[in-house]
């Protein structure tokens, strides 16, 4: 797998990806690539990182495997591309944020409007098996993404980390809570969401009000 990433993201990770465990994962996911369907398409694996430069880094929203549907996954965390129907956990994420900022919901799926305000849509794990949802966990990807939420919280001070659900929240070990903002709350997708985990939550005000605070830029959600 040929690396390609925003330069200040391969500063910080080089010695990941100079590491054993991720020349293993490289060859596996190259391996992966040349043998079965796999989303996102390869280009787009470091998306999430591209549109949001580590010092540009406000919001952090992290998922746990991408889409496994025909043309979903475009690199970004519950985001699809253009023209894609939104699958459940998105739907839910566009009603609790017209319930909480009576914003309307939007036709386009593709969130990576707001990866370019700063916000990082980061799975856990970057890249899936079409129609085999976790087939690329536990080979290397969460290690690597444990080390990016780490690097974040050393490296920078007063990011909002959104963790929706028991993965994201098991998450929280690797923050340092007296610089970061933690928010939580169940999960979007519908198991969780209809269960009352996830709808009221006010994530996406609440972001906006910590931002606004800290004299920064509010995102437009």
């Known amino acids: 797998m040929e ?51 580590l010092d540009q880094v406000k919001v952090v929203i992290i998922g746990q495997d991408p889409y496994h549907g025909d043309g979903q996954a475009n690199g970004l965390c519950f985001s699809v591309a253009d023209g894609i129907a939104h699958p459940p956990s998105l739907k839910n994420i566009f009603k609790v944020i017209e319930s909480d900022l009576s914003l309307p919901i939007p036709e386009s799926g593709n969130l990576e409007r707001w990866a370019k305000q700063g916000v990082l849509l980061l799975n856990a794990v970057l890249t899936v098996r079409k129609s085999d949802a976790g087939s690329h966990a536990k080979k290397g990807w969460e290690r690597f993404t444990d080390a990016v939420i780490k690097t974040i919280s050393q ?31 169940g999960h979007p997708s519908p198991l969780s969401a209809n269960r009352g985990y996830w709808f009221g939550n006010k994530h996406f005000s609440q972001v906006n009000e910590i931002l606004l605070k800290m004299g920064k830029e509010t995102i437009q959600w």
Do not use: C
């Open 3 to 53: 690396v390609s990433i925003e330069s200040s993201w391969q500063k910080v990770l080089q010695d990941e990806f100079n590491s054993d465990y991720f020349k293993e994962l490289s060859e596996f996911v190259k391996a992966e690539y040349s043998n079965q369907i796999v989303y996102p398409p390869a280009s787009k694996i470091f998306a999430s990182f591209d549109a949001a430069p």
């Open 155 to 185: 490296e920078r001070e007063d990011v909002i980390f959104l963790l929706w659900g028991g993965f994201a929240k098991g998450k929280a070990k690797l923050i340092d809570k007296k610089k970061h903002h933690i928010l939580t709350s």
